[in-house]
C-alpha cells in the first residue's frame, strides 16, 4: 500500500514560517522599547542632575551672600559726589521742582490784645508760592578728592496759579517786628534812655503791630524807625523783610564729604562757612555740625538709624527718627521725621541744654529763640502751628490748631538709595512779645510766643527721576532674589524628576509583564481532526484506482 503525505507538510511548512515572523517581530519591538526606555531614563537621570545642580548653586549663593555683596559695592561705589556719577550731577542740579509756600497769620484784634482784654485772633493766609531754584555753584573737590566745597544761591520765582491771592494787593496785619527788635536792644539801657525811645516812637507814629503787603513783608520795605536810627548810626538798615536780600543769595560756603573713603559720609557737612564747629550756643554738642543738609544722605538705611540735619535757618542740627513705611510714585520709601525730643526743652531732652542762652528764661518744648544768630532780634523759630511744642503756646493764640498730617516736618527715603523722594520742610516764624520797662505799648503783655508766619519747602520727585530708580530697584531686587529663584527652579525640577522616575517604573514593569505572557498565534475554532496533535491521514492507493 502507497501512502501519500498531503496536509501535514502544509502544516509544517505555516507553522514554521509563523514561528519566525513572530520571532522576528517580538524582537524588533523589544529592541525599539528598549531605546525608548534608554532615552526616558536619561531625560530622567538628567533632569535629576541639573535640578541638584540648581539647588545647590542656589543654597551657597543664599548662604554666602555673594551677589548681594556685589550689587551693595556696586551702589555704594556709584553713590558718591565725583564727577561723572550721575547722581553727581542731580546733586549739583537738582531736577525735581522746589516749592516754597508761606502762610501769613493776619491779626484782627491787635488793640484787644494790647490791651489785655483778650487773648491774639489770627486767620492764616495763604499759601503764597514760589518756585524756588538752588543750583550749586562753584563746585570744588578739596582733600584729593574725598570732600567738596560749593554755595547755593536761591532764587525765588512767583507762581500765580498755585497761590490764593496777589501778594502786592493782600495786606497782613502783624507784629511790628522792627519795633520790637529795637525795644529788646535797648531793654538793659535804663529806665529813662527806654523811655525817651519810647516817646520817639510814638512821635512817629511807631505801634505794636503794622500792616503791610505780602511782598513787602516778605521782600522788605522802608521803616520809618529803622530810617530815623539810621541817622544816628549809620549800619542800621532802614529795610526791613523776612527775606531780605534773600533772593539770589545763598547760607556760605559748605564743604561735603563725597563718600569715597566711607558710603556712610556721603553727602555729611564737613564744614559751613569755614568752620567745624558753631559759635551761637552755650555747649560744644549744641554747636556741633551735623549731618546732612538734607539733599542727600546715604544709601541702605536702618529703620534704627537717627539722621542728622543741618538747617542754617535755625542756626542748628535737628535730628528725624522713622515714622513708618511709604511709597512715592510706586517708589517704597521710610519716612522719617523729627520727634519731639529734637525740639523739647532742655528739662526734657538734656542735648538741648546749650541751646538756652538766658538761665531761668528756657523756652519749653517745640521752641528755639535764635535771636542770637539773628542779630539780637526776638526771633523763636517752632515747627508750624507749634507742632510738637508745649500746648501752652497753642492754647495762648486763637487761631492756631497743630495737626499731625497739615503741619509735620518729614523726609521720605528709598531706603536702598538714600534718595529723597518726598519732602516736607515747615517752620514758623514767631516773635516773643514781653513786657519792656519803658515801654508803656507793652505793659500788658505776658511773655506771649507770637505767631507770624510759617514756610512749608517742599519736593516731590519727578518722573523720569522716579523711572530711573524704580528700573535700578528691579535690578537690585532680581539680583538679591536670584538665590531663591535658582532654589524654587530647583525644587520645580526635583518634582518633575521624581514624577518621570515613578512613571518609568511602571512602564518598566508593564513592558516586562507583557512580554513574559502566552499569546494564541491565531484565534480561529479548533479543528477536530488536528486537536490530539500532528497525524497522518492514509489513503489506500487501489481502492481510489477501483
Given at each position: 500500500m502507497k501512502y501519500c503525505y498531503k496536509r501535514n507538510s502544509i502544516c509544517y511548512s505555516s507553522a514554521l514560517s509563523l514561528s519566525l515572523s513572530l520571532s522576528l517581530t517580538v524582537c524588533v519591538e523589544f529592541s525599539e522599547v528598549s531605546i525608548i526606555m534608554r532615552k526616558k531614563t536619561c531625560c530622567v537621570y538628567t533632569t535629576g542632575v541639573i535640578s541638584a545642580l540648581l539647588l545647590i548653586a542656589g543654597i551657597t549663593l543664599f548662604v554666602s551672600g555673594v551677589l548681594q555683596t556685589i550689587i551693595h559695592n556696586k551702589i555704594k561705589g556709584e553713590m558718591t559726589l565725583t564727577e561723572g556719577k550721575k547722581i553727581f550731577a542731580s546733586w549739583k542740579n537738582p531736577p525735581p521742582p522746589i516749592y516754597l509756600q508761606f502762610f501769613f497769620f493776619n491779626v484782627t484784634n491787635p488793640d484787644a490784645f494790647l490791651k489785655?482784654?483778650?487773648?491774639p485772633r489770627v486767620t492764616e493766609m495763604g499759601p503764597y508760592t514760589f518756585r524756588q531754584y538752588r543750583p550749586k555753584r562753584n563746585v570744588t573737590f578739596v582733600d584729593n578728592g574725598t570732600k567738596v566745597s560749593a554755595y547755593t544761591p536761591k532764587r525765588f520765582v512767583f507762581l500765580r496759579?498755585?497761590?490764593?491771592?496777589?501778594?502786592?494787593?493782600?495786606?497782613?496785619?502783624?507784629?511790628?517786628?522792627?519795633?520790637?527788635?529795637v525795644m529788646n536792644k535797648i531793654k538793659g539801657a535804663g529806665f529813662w534812655v527806654s523811655s525817651g525811645i519810647s516817646m520817639y516812637m510814638g512821635s512817629i507814629g511807631t505801634t505794636?503791630?503794622?500792616?503791610?503787603?505780602?511782598?513787602?513783608?516778605?521782600?522788605?520795605?522802608?521803616?520809618?524807625?529803622?530810617?530815623?536810627?539810621?541817622?544816628?548810626?549809620?549800619?542800621?538798615?532802614?529795610?526791613?523783610?523776612?527775606?531780605?536780600?534773600?533772593?539770589?543769595?545763598?547760607?556760605?560756603?559748605?564743604?561735603?564729604?563725597?563718600?569715597?573713603?566711607?558710603?556712610?559720609?556721603?553727602?555729611?557737612?564737613?564744614?559751613?562757612?569755614?568752620?567745624?564747629?558753631?559759635?551761637?550756643?552755650?555747649?560744644?554738642?549744641s554747636n556741633m555740625i551735623n549731618g546732612s543738609d538734607g539733599s542727600a544722605f546715604h544709601p541702605f538705611l536702618e529703620k534704627s538709624e537717627r539722621l542728622n540735619v543741618f538747617t542754617a535757618d535755625l542756626c542748628r542740627s535737628i535730628h528725624m527718627r522713622f515714622e513708618k513705611e511709604v511709597?512715592?510714585?510706586?517708589?517704597?520709601?521710610?519716612?522719617?521725621?523729627?520727634?519731639?525730643?529734637?525740639?523739647?526743652?532742655?528739662?526734657?531732652?538734656?542735648?538741648?541744654?546749650?541751646?538756652?542762652?538766658?538761665?531761668?528764661?528756657?523756652?519749653?518744648?517745640?521752641?528755639?529763640?535764635?535771636?542770637?544768630?539773628?542779630?539780637?532780634?526776638?526771633?523763636?523759630?517752632?515747627?508750624?502751628h507749634f507742632h510738637l511744642g508745649d500746648k501752652k503756646y497753642s492754647d495762648a493764640i486763637d487761631g492756631i490748631s497743630p495737626v499731625h498730617e497739615l503741619h509735620q516736618t518729614f523726609l521720605d527715603l528709598n531706603p536702598t538709595m538714600g534718595a529723597p523722594v518726598r519732602a516736607m520742610k515747615r517752620a514758623q516764624i514767631n516773635v516773643r512779645l514781653e513786657r519792656i520797662?519803658?515801654?508803656?505799648?507793652?505793659?500788658?503783655?505776658?511773655?506771649?510766643?507770637?505767631?507770624?508766619?510759617?514756610?512749608?519747602?517742599?519736593?516731590?520727585?519727578?518722573?523720569?527721576?522716579?523711572?530711573?530708580?524704580?528700573?535700578?530697584?528691579?535690578?537690585?531686587?532680581?539680583?538679591?532674589?536670584?538665590?531663591?529663584?535658582?532654589?524654587?527652579?530647583?525644587?520645580?525640577?526635583?518634582?518633575?524628576?521624581?514624577?518621570?522616575?515613578?512613571?518609568?517604573?511602571?512602564?518598566?514593569?508593564?513592558?516586562?509583564?507583557?512580554?513574559?505572557?502566552?499569546?494564541?498565534?491565531?484565534?480561529?475554532?479548533?479543528?477536530?481532526?488536528?486537536?490530539?496533535?500532528?497525524?497522518?491521514?492514509?489513503?489506500?492507493?487501489?481502492?481510489?484506482?477501483?
Open positions: 489785655g482784654e483778650a487773648k496759579e498755585r497761590s490764593v491771592g496777589d501778594p502786592d494787593v493782600d495786606m497782613v496785619t502783624t507784629v511790628n517786628i522792627p519795633a520790637v527788635a505794636m503791630f503794622m500792616t503791610h503787603t505780602v511782598n513787602e513783608l516778605l521782600w522788605g520795605f522802608k521803616d520809618p524807625l529803622l530810617s530815623r536810627l539810621k541817622t544816628i548810626k549809620p549800619e542800621v538798615d532802614e529795610h526791613f523783610g523776612l527775606l531780605l536780600n534773600k533772593n539770589g543769595s545763598d547760607d556760605g560756603e559748605f564743604v561735603y564729604h563725597t563718600g569715597e573713603q566711607n558710603y556712610l559720609d556721603f553727602g555729611r557737612i564737613y564744614t559751613w562757612q569755614g568752620q567745624k564747629m558753631l559759635s551761637f550756643w552755650k555747649t560744644n554738642q511709597e512715592v510714585k510706586g517708589i517704597p520709601a521710610y519716612r522719617f521725621t523729627p520727634p519731639r525730643a529734637a525740639l523739647a526743652s532742655g528739662k526734657n531732652n538734656p542735648e538741648n541744654e546749650g541751646f538756652c542762652m538766658t538761665p531761668g528764661k528756657c523756652m519749653d518744648d517745640g521752641v528755639v529763640d535764635v535771636s542770637t544768630c539773628r542779630k539780637g532780634a526776638p526771633v523763636v523759630v517752632s515747627f508750624a520797662s519803658g515801654f508803656p505799648l507793652t505793659r500788658n503783655l505776658n511773655n506771649t510766643i507770637f505767631p507770624v508766619a510759617f514756610m512749608n519747602e517742599s519736593v516731590l520727585i519727578d518722573d523720569v527721576s522716579a523711572a530711573r530708580i524704580q528700573k535700578l530697584l528691579l535690578i537690585v531686587t532680581l539680583v538679591s532674589y536670584f538665590p531663591l529663584i535658582l532654589v524654587a527652579l530647583g525644587v520645580v525640577l526635583l518634582l518633575i524628576t521624581i514624577v518621570l522616575l515613578v512613571r518609568l517604573r511602571q512602564n518598566e514593569f508593564s513592558s516586562v509583564k507583557k512580554n513574559t505572557s502566552y499569546t494564541p498565534v491565531s484565534g480561529k475554532p479548533d479543528d477536530p481532526e488536528e486537536k490530539n496533535g500532528t497525524h497522518i491521514r492514509m489513503t489506500p492507493v487501489d481502492q481510489q484506482k477501483s
